[in-house]
């Protein structure tokens, strides 16, 4: 690439490359990527910076205690202590800067450090552990065609060292080992880290090269351990010029915006030219609270226990049989069968027949519930919207979509089923499946299913673009009854009213709460995904 120009309404001096290799996955928002490459580099129209009072990354309290346990030989009981307690280790918790934690995070903290420590027994009986990130510094006498004068490559893990310094290893915590496979790519530049780098605070032995290079996964929720890489530097050297070079330049040199989760932490979404802004549309005029995303589904999860949507939020293992029941099943095999047919190219209406053709594969319904995915297929069959448009019309089918509520300092965060397009205006589809008949009013219809609130506010301040005319929700209800339309014009006044009701008590508590208090109760509890590692929840069951 000739050069990396500096995208409009951002300012500074872009000679600094800083980048973490997981950057060489490529995955997310690439001009998000190569900016946060680039720490001085900032956005004209800036953020102030809210951080949360709670530790939002699941794995950083489980750092902090190996951390506290490897480089300050505290005792682990001692050590979560500090996590429990750390009004009483003030001085501590700041020089190691260390976040309060919610319970359930600190309950999760206690298993998973555990599992960590007892998972792994490398071959040699003398590695001793290094504090600090892993860094390769390269400083360059001219700045190259970037304008950079200085590259930094960072690896994030346990670094290990044994007593000769011929071996160096990376531990990486994980919730289960081997269950995301890390690309070449990935791996290739964090074998090039350990074996030409030196950790953040040398120590003996490290500073010589090192002559094998290993990596190796950790399960902190299950105690498994895989060995992922295991080469010496010579075909380190080798792999990252294969691998990691390329993977890195792409990384650092993208340009493309592209919302999505990003833009909840990314300090340019003030200035990205591809986030809409909504703002108010929430109903919340305060954006003194620190930015987070939100979803219908992190709403809904609130109102029920504030306690379950926070650690749901951070992350921590879930019990996949609660929370996908026979029926909850059921929804999203359907769905997964309607993605798959909606995104075909060029598009093709479902038919009836189409359900008899559908298997269960390895989704193990029960019988009565495979008979109903098929009588499903064949209600949604009659209202497919297919039908009705032309083999190249504009669809999106589950497309993740992200709104920034400015007033609210909140990114919204939507995955409607369909969105296709009809004589240029917006169509937004829901499709929901019910056991029960249901009889509701359109009002009504926007309490039960907040999805349809905020499609509701959403094209009503053509946040999609595209005509306002002819713009429309429709709710596509597959019931034992068979199936129906409900069309919610965002134009209706009386609807918008009562969307922006909806919407705003799903989020008003939510908004400005910090401590997540549960609201335990037995049968909430009993099908609660993350009651594991939530206090109350015992209490309460």
């Not at 300050?72 to 976040?99: F, Q, Y």
């Not at 190219?345 to 019988?367: H, I, K, S």
């Not at 909140?410 to 019910?434: C, F, M, N, Q």
């Amino acid at each position: 690439m000739p050069g990396w120009i500096l995208p409009s309404g951002l300012v500074g001096q872009p000679d600094v490359i800083r980048v973490f290799s997981g950057s060489a996955r490529n995955d997310g928002c690439p001009a998000k990527l190569a900016l946060k490459a680039r720490p001085d580099v900032r956005a004209r129209i800036r953020r102030p910076y809210k951080p949360e009072k709670l530790e939002t990354f699941f794995l950083a309290p489980v750092m902090a205690v190996l951390d506290l346990a490897e480089h300050r030989e505290m005792p682990l009981d001692k050590a979560l202590g500090v996590l429990a307690r750390p009004d009483e280790h003030v001085d501590l918790v700041r020089e190691d800067r260390i976040k309060p934690v919610h319970g359930g995070v600190l309950a999760w903290t206690a298993h998973a450090v555990s599992q960590f420590l007892e998972a792994w027994t490398p071959p040699e009986n003398d590695m001793r552990p290094v504090r600090g990130n892993w860094v390769d510094l390269q400083r360059l006498r001219y700045p190259d065609h970037r304008g950079a004068r200085q590259y930094e490559l960072k690896v994030w893990g346990r670094g290990y060292v044994s007593a000769d310094g011929q071996v160096r290893e990376l531990r990486l915590p994980t919730t289960r080992a081997g269950r995301r496979p890390r690309s070449d790519a990935e791996l290739a530049v964090i074998a090039r880290v350990l074996s030409t780098g030196t950790p953040a605070f040398p120590a003996p032995g490290v500073a010589g090269p090192a002559n094998r290079i290993r990596v190796v996964e950790i399960g902190c929720a299950d105690g498994s351990a895989s060995v992922v890489y295991e080469r010496t530097s010579d075909e380190a050297a080798r792999d990252f010029a294969e691998h990691g070079r390329d993977a890195l330049s792409t990384a650092v040199d993208g340009t493309t915006f592209l919302p999505g989760q990003d833009c909840v932490d990314c300090k340019y979404s003030g200035s990205c030219p591809a986030l809409p802004r909504v703002p108010g549309v929430l109903g919340i005029s305060d954006s003194t609270k620190p930015r987070r995303s939100w979803s219908v589904t992190n709403g809904r999860r609130y109102r029920e226990c504030a306690a379950h949507d926070h650690l749901r939020r951070v992350q921590l293992p879930r019990s996949l049989d609660i929370e996908y029941g026979p029926s909850a099943m059921r929804g999203k095999v359907l769905h997964r069968w309607l993605k798959d047919r909606h995104a075909r190219r060029p598009l093709v209406p479902c038919r009836v027949e189409d359900a008899e053709l559908w298997t269960d594969g390895e989704n193990e319904l029960p019988e009565e519930e495979q008979q109903r995915v098929r009588l499903m297929i064949k209600f949604h069959s009659r209202l497919c919207p297919l039908r009705h448009l032309s083999r190249d019309a504009r669809t999106k089918v589950e497309e993740t979509l992200v709104f920034d509520d400015t007033e609210a300092d909140v990114a919204i965060i939507a995955e409607p089923d369909l969105l296709y397009e009809d004589s240029g205006a917006w169509v937004w589809r829901e499709v929901k499946t019910t056991s029960k008949e249901i009889t509701l009013t359109r009002a009504e219809l926007l309490g039960r299913y907040p999805q349809l609130a905020l499609a509701v506010a959403l094209l009503s301040r053509s946040a999609l673009g595209g005509r306002t005319r002819g713009a429309r929700v429709e709710l596509e209800l597959l019931s034992p009854a068979g199936p129906e339309i409900d069309i919610l014009d965002p134009a209706d006044p009386l609807l918008r009213e009562r969307a922006s009701a909806v919407l705003h008590d799903l989020v008003r508590r939510w908004h400005g709460d910090q401590e997540f208090v549960a609201s335990p109760d037995s049968y909430r509890c009993s099908r609660c995904e993350v009651a594991a590692w939530c206090p109350s929840s015992a209490e309460a069951v």
